[in-house]
């Protein structure tokens, strides 16, 4: 794999925690990240689409399976779907967020409580997370008449 002269995030990568990564963001089980079903180095497309593919999880991640379910608009869901694919979906679908949200919570005021607490890796606060985070209350806090997607969030 000869990885020179292509874009930082066509070629595997260790992040601030030390796990391998490749294209926006995907967590690679080695460190030639070799399940990925695409050619490494990475083409822009199949950045994208690999990307594609790890968004269907993390929107499965913050599904709510109340009696009552939460009302999302666009903004509100995909900044949730963007927390999600960060933080896997065991920690998102266990967490005080979605707890918070299954309970009737304004979605505004729980993202911008809550999102700020997933600032850390390894223990420590890294100052990407809390640039990321940070956007993502921004995005979750801006209106927008579109509703959520998939509908039945």
Known sequence: MECVGYT???CPDIDPTGNPTVGYGHLCSDSS???VPYSIPLSAQDGESLLRDDLVPAQ?????????????NA???G?????????GCGNSGSSTLIQRLN????PNVVAGEELP???KGNG???PGLVRRRAAEVDLSNTPTSEPALPAGC
């Open 60 to 72: 499965n991640c913050i599904t709510t399976d109340t009696a009552q379910p939460v009302t999302l």
């Open 33 to 35: 990240c070799s399940e």
């Open 8 to 10: 930082a995030n066509s």
């Open 75 to 77: 903004n509100q869901y």
């Open 124 to 126: 420590e606060v890294l």
């Open 103 to 106: 309970a009737g919570e304004d």
């Open 79 to 87: 900044a949730l779907v963007s927390w999600a694919f960060n933080v």
């Open 117 to 119: 607490k997933w600032n």
